[in-house]
């Protein structure tokens, strides 16, 4: 079976590179791609903009596509999968009035409140004025957040006043995220554990993916300015049985059965950022409507099923038929980013050591890399996920940190405390 793939980071790499394991699948065309994920058995590179909805499904039609896959977010609040089931092609993914769950904060958190899903108290603004004066109201700690996308950038998690200001200063006055930033959500400061839930979904029923858990601060310790991701996790911990319990119960169950409602049912990927109280209490701290970035690198290194059967169900309606399988062992990932991500990225500057990272036993997944005279080079902010696999969390980030240090470029950082609340339950176990 012939497979698109939309996307170029790590997560559509892993994508990639979990579907060619499939006995089903015989080529898997990438839309762009990069030169990383072209590595991988069965797949080539087509040179298609993923914002090009016509090029990509007359590509479909013409190539006898089996299914397409999405993974970024962007082509799904622009409304790929609508156009492409207009054309009667099979596509994973939900429909543009569905993606707005990730598309506008706005939007997820009124759907919250509509639907009794427990998430922080907020209010939205697109007058710097009232912004301001409502911060005022409510003091500090609190959360900023850009009502668009913003390639998981545009919150600020305020510790003072001050930072609160500029951050509404920045968005509302100075437009730092453009469009995206032209209402912005502020909300209350959730003490916790933050958690990702990833459930695959058919329009009815769900299948939980296994847990994980993201690390968004730039620095070490939970410090600094909010990335895309900087690591991941699984599983986490800190989900316990009973807690999944409630998050199914809760929280996800009633996303669905509310999105069934709302007259715009979800089909692909739903993925949950929670914040996990001292009381086991979870309450969403976003939505997004595909599979995160860096949660998928560390995921699938776990997914003992063939991911084309699962996918394959999500658009059949038929998830209720088939399970999912994981490895006992942990997973974890390590970022390596360059230039001063977030806020400026690294381009051209000659990556070595990928090979010795994989030759420890580690999966190098390429985020933003590009070729030239067969070494690879950096081509953005997030340029490589190390991940390793281990018989423990412990393990797991150890092989994970060996692997990250084996590769050298230009201005590279990472953080070496990647997974550093589940070791320290393990250690407190032992």
Not at 73 to 93: K, Q, S, Y
Not at 289 to 309: A, C, H, I, K, W
Not at 317 to 333: F, K, M, Y
Not at 415 to 424: E, H, K, L, T
Request: net charge negative; charged share 20%.
């Amino acid at each position: 079976m012939h497979i698109l793939l939309i996307g170029n980071g790590g997560r559509e790499h892993a994508i990639a590179w979990k579907l060619a394991q499939s006995t089903q699948v015989t080529k898997i065309s990438v839309a762009p791609g990069s030169a990383g994920i072209a590595a991988e058995s069965k797949v080539e590179r087509i040179d298609i903009a993923i914002s090009d909805h016509a090029a990509l499904s007359d590509y479909a039609v013409e190539h006898l596509v089996h299914l397409t896959v999405v993974g970024p977010e962007v082509p799904l609040v622009a409304g790929i999968v609508d156009h492409f089931e207009a054309a009667n092609l099979r596509i994973i993914g939900p429909r543009a009035a569905a993606a707005q769950l990730e598309g506008s904060k706005a939007y997820a958190k009124e759907f919250m409140q509509r639907h009794s899903i427990p998430t922080a108290s907020h209010a939205s603004f697109s007058d710097i004025s009232d912004a301001h004066a409502y911060l005022d109201e409510k003091g500090a700690p609190i959360v900023i957040k850009a009502d668009g996308l913003a390639a998981g950038k545009g919150v600020v998690v305020a510790q003072t006043l001050d930072e609160a200001h500029a951050a509404v200063d920045a968005m509302l006055g100075e437009q730092t995220f453009g469009n995206a930033g032209s209402t912005v959500v502020i909300e209350e400061f959730l003490v916790g554990e933050e958690a990702s839930f990833i459930a695959l979904v058919d329009g009815q029923h769900c299948l939980p993916f296994a847990t994980s858990q993201d690390h968004k601060a730039r620095d070490e310790g939970d410090h600094g300015p909010n990335t895309g991701g900087m690591g991941a996790y699984s599983p986490a911990p800190v989900v316990t049985d009973a807690i999944q319990k409630h998050i199914l119960a809760d929280v996800v169950e009633p996303t669905v059965a509310g999105l069934i409602k709302d007259g715009t049912p979800f089909k692909g990927f739903l993925y949950v950022g929670l914040m996990i109280g001292d009381s086991g209490e979870a309450r969403v701290v976003e939505y997004n409507v595909r599979l995160g970035d860096p949660e998928t690198q560390p995921l699938l290194m776990r997914l003992d099923s063939d991911l084309l059967t699962l996918l394959d169900a999500a658009v059949e309606g038929t998830l209720d038929q088939v399970q999912a399988s994981w490895q006992s062992q942990c997973s974890l990932g390590v970022v390596l980013a360059g230039g001063d991500y977030p806020a400026s990225s690294s381009k051209g500057e000659k990556i070595d050591g990928i090979e010795d990272a994989e030759a420890l036993g580690c999966k190098v997944f390429h985020a933003g890399t590009d070729l030239n005279n067969n070494q690879f080079e950096t081509n953005g902010g997030r340029v490589l996920c190390v991940s390793a696999l281990g018989e423990n969390i412990k393990e797991a980030k150890a092989l994970a940190d060996k692997g990250a240090a084996a590769i050298k470029f230009s201005n590279m950082h990472y953080r070496r405390d990647i997974g550093y609340r589940a070791v320290a339950r393990l250690s407190a176990k032992t």
